[in-house]
């Protein structure tokens, strides 16, 4: 158990009003808004999607439906994180491009099942 949380238990216990009494803490790092994040993740999200070799369909509905609205971030993040994964998975793979090459039939099929069991 964090030691912050048992003193702030103990102060209370003893009849301390812990919501009165100001705590120095760590300041806050400067809030970036909504509007310049999405447009950070969202060229980030586009570079990925190249890297990921992303449907044209995924890439479509996904552009259409996420306009910028602070509602969208939650999806904003899973979807960075997802195609951060995916890159990862990809390059500790090598050259692990969809597409089959000559010779390499046994390698796409591993792929591709992988990712399925994945997001099934």
């Keep these: 158990m964090n030691i912050k949380v048992l003193e702030l238990e103990a102060n209370e216990a ?66 960075l994180r997802r195609l951060t994964w995916l890159q990862q998975q990809l390059a500790e793979l090598g050259n692990a491009s969809p597409a089959p090459h000559a010779g390499d039939e046994h390698t796409t099929i591993s792929l591709s099942s992988r990712f399925l069991s994945v997001y099934s």
């Design 14 to 79: 003893n009849g301390h009003n812990i919501d009165n009494e100001e705590y120095p803490c760590e300041p806050e790092e400067p809030q970036v808004p909504w509007q310049i994040t999405f447009k950070e993740q969202r060229q980030l999200i586009l570079e990925l999607w190249d890297l990921c070799y992303v449907s044209i369909i995924h890439r479509t509905q996904f552009y259409l439906l996420f306009k910028g609205d602070p509602a969208d971030q939650i999806y904003m993040e899973v979807e």
